[in-house]
């Protein structure tokens, strides 16, 4: 197999960290990974933990999209985190993910390596979406409100959910006199 990536390689069988099936580019060092082998590793392996890494390099983040190197179909730009713009790729033909070189040392960094194989589900795209939503809108309504009365509402609003009567409290307080017997 030829590398998609960098267009220059070939992808040689190895052992990412020594654990699990992976073909490395021998030119860009990116790897290759069927996601089948990391769950019968995994499976196989279920207490291993990653080590910590607190210094990761640079990782590398192929811009375009790229082909799949066994199907050679495109494959997805996938989010990994809300906390970073890295994106894997997938390709769906063969359920296989392409890292960039320094990005199975930043999934080890960010505690993602454990999950490689939920990192590709739609469930996961999904819950990152709704978070950078919410987060969205976070910022939207700080900038909007100012922080010491968006962090006030937010208060009042957890307090709030957590009433009994929180219908009746959200009436009071949305009248302008609650105490008139007109509505």
């Given at each position: 197999?030829?590398?998609?990536?960098?267009?220059?390689?070939?992808?040689?069988?190895?052992?990412?960290?020594?654990?699990?099936?992976?073909?490395?580019?021998?030119?860009?060092?990116?790897?290759?990974?069927?996601?089948?082998?990391?769950?019968?590793?995994?499976?196989?392996?279920?207490?291993?933990?990653?080590?910590?890494?607190?210094?990761?390099?640079?990782?590398?983040?192929?811009?375009?999209?790229?082909?799949?190197?066994?199907?050679?179909?495109?494959?997805?730009?996938?989010?990994?985190?809300?906390d970073t713009d890295h994106r894997l790729d997938y390709s769906a033909a063969v359920g296989g993910v392409w890292l960039d070189k320094g990005e199975w040392p930043l999934l080890k960094s960010m505690g993602l390596a454990s999950c490689l194989n939920l990192l590709v589900t739609q469930e996961w795209q999904n819950r990152l979406k709704q978070s950078q939503t919410q987060a969205n809108f976070g910022e939207h309504y700080r900038r909007k409100f100012g922080d010491s009365t968006y962090t006030e509402l937010k208060r009042i609003r957890d307090w709030l959910q957590g009433q009994p009567n929180k219908a009746e409290?959200?009436?009071?307080?949305?009248?302008?006199?609650?105490?008139?017997?007109?509505?």
């Open positions: 197999m030829h590398c998609s990536a960098c267009k220059h390689g070939s992808l040689v069988p190895t052992r990412l960290d020594n654990l699990f099936s992976a073909h490395r580019c021998n030119h860009c060092g990116g790897h290759w990974v069927l996601i089948d082998d990391f769950v019968t590793w995994k499976q196989a392996n279920p207490d291993t933990e990653f080590e910590a890494i607190t210094a990761v390099e640079d990782s590398e983040d192929s811009p375009m999209a790229l082909f799949c190197p066994m199907s050679h179909t495109l494959m997805r730009k996938l989010k990994i985190s809300t409290l959200k009436s009071y307080l949305l009248a302008d006199d609650p105490y008139s017997t007109k509505r």
